[in-house]
């Protein structure tokens, strides 16, 4: 029987195996291949990535949630694709998002932007691989540098953290007690609002009253969040990384939707452009960012599914006739 698969978390990466040695680098695991225990760990996610390769030869028809992922499940199931004579290439089938919903709650319009506010909106569980510091470090950052340039009162900006925790976590309500430790620590109390568990409709709320719309992941192997500041007209200011740079903020008829950022002067130096441009430009960028999220709708992901699905059909279909030494 054909098999399937549609990857939108590799188990394991490239990126991942490659952070061992780095010890300034990003994500959870930089630099945590030294010593023994180092070693170990080492030895162990290498013997697991050949393990994990040899199960995508067995794949007959591979979808991945975006060209980031789909790269590495290239990297690491290529070799026993190929000695499989695996032949199909691997597509890229993006996840659906409420565009549509999001479109028909949040207006974008010259009549919109009276309502909108100096706001930042950051939409992510409160997990360590959400790096949430960067973040606050960043806009803290970024009111320092607008104090400074201002010879009276600056104008008021905020920071929204909008997120989940997980049920009976206590790691996750320990994270959130530290940032806010980190943002009393910075003096930026007054200026940061935390919606924790928030629901769709103050969600929504949010996206329609914010300016901006940011990332601060590395790696995010799609970014959902991101796809709905698209849908609401948020300029976004993203990793310079994954699925947000390669596949979501990109040029749209031939104009940025936004800017990718890695270090928190970086995202601080983007809040800073995004939130200088003339009114023109921003409600030009809101329009190209809306018309971006429409290739990440519901109505698409169905089209693209199907179309694998029939793949796979056809197979089961060819293998009845020619039996299982001929498939590819």
Not at 188 to 215: D, K, Y
Request: proline residues 4%; glycine residues 8%; aromatic residues 8%.
């Amino acid at each position: 029987m054909p098999i399937g698969a549609y990857v939108h978390y590799p188990t394991i990466s490239t990126d991942m195996l490659g952070s061992l040695d780095v010890d300034s680098g990003e994500g959870l695991n930089a630099g945590t291949g030294k010593g023994l225990r180092g070693y170990l760990k080492r030895v162990y996610w290498h013997l697991f990535a050949r393990l994990y390769g040899w199960t995508g030869g067995n794949i007959d028809v591979v979808m991945t949630n975006s060209s980031w992922t789909k790269g590495h499940i290239q990297s690491l199931w290529g070799p026993s694709r190929s000695k499989a004579k695996k032949r199909r290439e691997v597509e890229v089938v993006f996840p659906p998002v409420s565009v549509e919903d999001i479109e028909k709650a949040v207006d974008v319009s010259e009549a919109s932007e009276e309502r909108r506010e100096r706001a930042i909106l950051y939409i992510a569980q409160f997990r360590p691989e959400k790096n949430h510091e960067l973040v606050i470090n960043a806009f803290a950052e970024f009111l320092g540098t607008l104090q400074s340039r201002s010879k009276g009162s600056s104008p008021k900006t905020k920071l929204v953290l909008l997120g989940s925790l997980r049920d009976d976590n206590k790691e996750d309500v320990r994270r959130v007690a530290h940032l806010r430790q980190l943002i009393q620590k910075l003096e930026i109390g007054e200026s940061v609002e935390f919606a924790l568990n928030a629901p769709w409709t103050q969600m929504l709320h949010w996206l329609g009253r914010s300016s901006i719309g940011v990332n601060g992941m590395w790696n995010e192997h799609f970014g959902i969040g991101v796809v709905e500041y698209q849908a609401a007209g948020l300029i976004c200011v993203v990793n310079n990384s994954g699925g947000p740079k390669r596949d979501i903020v990109v040029d749209v008829d031939g104009g940025p939707t936004g800017f990718h950022a890695s270090t928190a002067s970086e995202y601080a130096e983007a809040f800073s452009k995004a939130l200088s441009l003339a009114p023109k430009e921003v409600l030009m960028m809101r329009r190209r960012a809306r018309l971006s999220a429409k290739r990440f709708s519901e109505e698409r992901f169905a089209s693209c599914w199907d179309a694998q699905l029939d793949t796979l059909i056809h197979l089961q279909d060819e293998l009845k006739v020619t039996g299982p030494k001929t498939r590819t």
